[in-house]
């Protein structure tokens, strides 16, 4: 097997491209260069949230969780049950709810207070809204869906002057980025330069909080969105019916999109070592999220998503070929 073929981890680029499909689902609001950093802006340009009682999602990503810190003494972590619905009762009046839609299942949670205000992280179903309620507020992790390491968004309209302030370095990254991927199967000593002058780059970019323009973001997955969809169900399915482990089933509608398909372990150890053995073959799955056992140990079936299962790529990139080679290697081991 050549050693460049992967499945999962880094989104491929063999040219730059120019048109962003995101543009057709995301074209209001405000981005920025990461989640957290929308996350940051949605609070800072709504003063009324600051200072509330916050009920935040214990299985989440660390770094959402640190900037809610930044803004909140109040916080309350919550459970979710087995389909990923939160586990919420007797929300206290004038508190902010946070909830993720996991892995493309919409959270369907609703509040009954009029003085709740409820905030949406649709990273994972992002591909799926067509409209937004603009009486909530919205927040995604574009970086997740493209070819580059960052992009963030909020439905949250700011001041569009300082948005360009950062293109030069989005541009010399996105064009090193372009460079280091084209050059990956020709030669070791030129992939590793530029592989140092990219991570130059990236630093530049995510060391900045200044927001940026949809059109000089060009986050590229160069898919339409329907076609993007569509893949991802086939390839969801596809692994759902030949890997013979035992599968997490999460029950999809027909207007959700899939992210990953789930194999279920009986530890965290057990789980870490098959991934090491996947990594081996060059099948990378990341891991949701490395959160503290310890912390964990309240929230029991969250403790259960983040140590006992582990997310099989599923992404628009993987063709027939490598849903074989996927499902092959993960009954064998």
């Not at 972590?77 to 508190?95: E, R």
């Not at 927040?139 to 968004?153: D, E, M, P, V, Y």
């Not at 090193?176 to 020709?186: A, G, P, R, S």
């Not at 207007?255 to 090491?276: A, Y």
Request: hydrophobic fraction near 35%; charge should be positive.
């Amino acid at each position: 097997m050549n050693k460049y073929f992967h499945c999962g981890g880094e989104f491929e680029a063999r040219k730059l491209f120019k048109y962003n499909n995101f543009s057709t689902i995301i074209n209001e609001g405000s981005h920025y260069l990461s989640g957290r950093y929308a996350l940051e802006a949605l609070f800072n340009n709504n003063p009324l949230i600051k200072n509330r009682r916050i009920y935040l999602p214990i299985y989440n990503c660390p770094s959402i969780a640190s900037v809610v810190k930044k803004f909140f003494k109040h916080i309350i972590f919550y459970d979710i049950d087995k389909s990923f619905k939160p586990i919420l009762k007797n929300i206290k009046k004038g508190s902010i709810v946070l909830v993720v839609d996991y892995f493309g299942k919409k959270n369907g949670f609703n509040v009954n207070f009029k003085d709740i205000i409820l905030i949406n992280d649709i990273t994972h179903s992002i591909y799926d809204f067509n409209k937004l309620d603009q009486n909530n507020f919205f927040f995604a992790s574009l970086r997740k869906h493209g070819i580059f390491n960052f992009g963030g968004w909020t439905n949250i309209k700011n001041d569009k002057n300082s948005r360009n302030k950062n293109i030069k370095y989005l541009e010399n990254y996105r064009y090193k980025k372009f460079v280091y991927l084209k050059n990956q199967t020709k030669n070791t000593s030129i992939e590793k330069k530029l592989l140092k002058e990219l991570k130059v780059e990236q630093t530049k970019v995510t060391n900045s909080k200044v927001k940026i323009d949809i059109n000089s973001l060009k986050l590229c997955i160069n898919k339409p969105i329907d076609q993007l969809k569509y893949l991802r169900k086939r390839n969801y399915l596809y692994l759902q019916k030949n890997i013979k482990k035992n599968i997490f089933k999460i029950n999809y509608k027909k207007n959700e999109t899939p992210m990953f398909l789930f194999v279920k372990f009986n530890s965290k150890t057990e789980r870490d070592n098959f991934r090491k053995k996947l990594i081996e073959r060059r099948i990378f799955c990341p891991i949701f999220w490395n959160i503290k056992s310890n912390i964990l140990k309240k929230y029991k079936n969250s403790q259960f998503f983040s140590e006992n299962l582990l997310p099989i790529p599923i992404d628009h990139r993987i063709g027939l070929n490598k849903l074989k080679y996927i499902s092959s290697n993960v009954n064998c081991l």
